[in-house]
C-alpha cells in the first residue's frame, strides 16, 4: 500500500462531523489568535503616549515650584501637577498589568518625599545643605523608579513580544528613544522576563 492509498483511506473512513468538528476549533484558534494579537497592536499607540505622557507628568511634579509664589499658589501648582501623575498612574492599573501599576504608586509614594524636603527647606530654620544632599538623593531614586516603570511597561510595548516574552527581542528605534537605552539593557539581561 502506497501513501496516497493510505491517506485516501484515512480520508474517507473519518466521519464528517469529526472533520467539521476539526475546521471548527481550528477557525476558534485563529479568531482568538488574530483578536489577542488586534487588541495588544490596538493599544500600543496609547501605551506609548501613555508612558511619554507619565515621564513628563512626573518630571513636572518633582520640580520645585518658585519661591516668589504665595504658599497658596505653589500648593496649587504642586496639587495639579500631581493629580496628573495620580490619573496616569490609575490608567495604568487597565493598560498594563499590576507590575507597572504597582511601579507607579512607588513613584508617587517617592514624590511625596521629594515635596516634603521641599517644604522643609522653605522652613527657615532649616540646614539647606543637608536637605538638598537629601533632596538629589531622592531625585535619584526617583529617576530609578521611573526607570523601572518604564521596564516594567516594556513587554506591553512591541507586538513582537506578545507570544514568547522571555526572548531577547530588538526594540525598534522609536520605542529605544522613548523608554531609554538603559531600559533595554537591564530588559535584555538573560532571563529577565521570565514569569516570576
Excluded: C
Aim: charged share 25%.
Amino acid at each position: 500500500m502506497d501513501m496516497l492509498t493510505f491517506i485516501g483511506t484515512f480520508l474517507t473512513r473519518v466521519p464528517a462531523p469529526v472533520w467539521a468538528a476539526t475546521i471548527a476549533l481550528f477557525g476558534v484558534y485563529i479568531t482568538l489568535r488574530l483578536t489577542r494579537i488586534t487588541l495588544f497592536a490596538s493599544l500600543l499607540e496609547r501605551r506609548i503616549e501613555w508612558l511619554k505622557a507619565y515621564k513628563k507628568a512626573v518630571k513636572k511634579a518633582a520640580k520645585r515650584t518658585p519661591s516668589i509664589l504665595p504658599d497658596s499658589q505653589e500648593k496649587a501648582v504642586e496639587t495639579k501637577a500631581q493629580a496628573k501623575v495620580r490619573n496616569l498612574a490609575a490608567d495604568a492599573r487597565w493598560l498594563f498589568d499590576k507590575s507597572v501599576a504597582a511601579n507607579t504608586a512607588r513613584v508617587r509614594d517617592q514624590l511625596g518625599v521629594i515635596h516634603g524636603l521641599y517644604k522643609k527647606l522653605a522652613s527657615p530654620n532649616a540646614d539647606a545643605e543637608d536637605i538638598n544632599s537629601l533632596i538629589d538623593t531622592s531625585m535619584a531614586r526617583l529617576n530609578d523608579l521611573v526607570v523601572d516603570v518604564s521596564y516594567s511597561a516594556t513587554p506591553f510595548l512591541y507586538v513582537g513580544d506578545i507570544k514568547r516574552p522571555t526572548k531577547i527581542v530588538v526594540v525598534p528605534k522609536r520605542i529605544t528613544e522613548l523608554i531609554g537605552k538603559a531600559v533595554i539593557a537591564k530588559h535584555n539581561q538573560p532571563g529577565s522576563l521570565r514569569k516570576k
